[in-house]
């Protein structure tokens, strides 16, 4: 499907992979609320974690970060010398900033009187 924006430009409406693979993390339940966390918290510990998204199971919580991990939006690292495991956004992860700025302030504007 192809829309003509002008006489000799052609929007192609194609699905991209990359935007597919994009949408399939970020519109995964809790994948935005664990960015979001993360981005405005930094390095957090898996109960810190868990503690800003009461309504996530800690099996899903983990899963998703797994996931999260996985596609190198989340670094998961060890302390050998101890039980801590802290989880942060790669730069990977920090870019998607600007783009969960913009979804705040689309979602302010058109979910003003939604309750929480």
Not at 53 to 72: A, M, N, T
Request: aromatic share 10%.
């Amino acid at each position: 499907m192809k829309q003509m924006v002008g006489l000799e430009d052609a929007v192609n409406y194609y699905l991209c992979p990359k935007f597919e693979k994009t949408f399939s993390f970020l519109g995964k339940k809790w994948n935005g609320l664990i960015i979001d966390v993360l981005l405005q918290e930094g390095t957090m510990r898996f109960r810190e974690l868990a503690r800003q998204i009461p309504k996530c199971s800690d099996r899903v919580l983990v899963e998703r970060l797994r996931e999260l991990e996985q596609d190198g939006i989340v670094d998961r690292r060890e302390y050998p010398e101890s039980s801590l495991i802290e989880y942060s956004l790669t730069e990977q992860g920090q870019e998607l900033a600007p783009i969960m700025h913009s979804i705040h302030t689309w979602s302010e504007k058109w979910y003003a009187n939604l309750e929480k």
